[in-house]
């Protein structure tokens, strides 16, 4: 399964994006991660095969959303009410289980996203 994310880019404070993710097959669970510099990779959110179970980090609750569109083969996060502390290079993945990102064994090669303050 060879997964791609797009969608980063610079956005200032208080700002939106959404990053996608083609993710061709049936991928089941899937997720989205992030890692800053210097930093370990971290959970951001993750969606059941049906879209109807999600998960999210406490970080990003209430200002991102998870979703996905089983038809289109696409993997979708809602970004809204960027900080400055959202800059990482995001990643999604496919197969696993939840916030546990070694049980993911599909990764896309990542999309950066800055928000400048």
């Known amino acids: 399964v060879q997964l791609q994310a797009f969608g980063g880019g610079v956005v200032q404070a208080g700002g939106f994006l959404r990053l996608s993710c083609a993710a061709p097959g049936r991928t089941g669970n899937m997720g989205w991660f992030r890692q800053a510099p210097g930093k370990e990779r971290e959970f951001v959110a993750s969606?059941?095969?049906?879209?109807?179970?999600?998960s999210y980090a406490d970080s990003v609750k209430g200002r991102f959303t998870i979703s996905r569109d089983n038809a289109a083969n696409t993997l979708y996060l809602q970004m809204n009410n960027l900080k400055p502390e959202d800059t990482a290079v995001y990643y999604c993945a496919a197969g696993g289980r939840e916030y546990y990102a070694s049980t993911y064994p599909y990764w896309g090669q990542g999309t950066q996203v800055t928000v400048s303050s």
């Open positions: 969606i059941a095969w049906s879209g109807g179970l999600t």
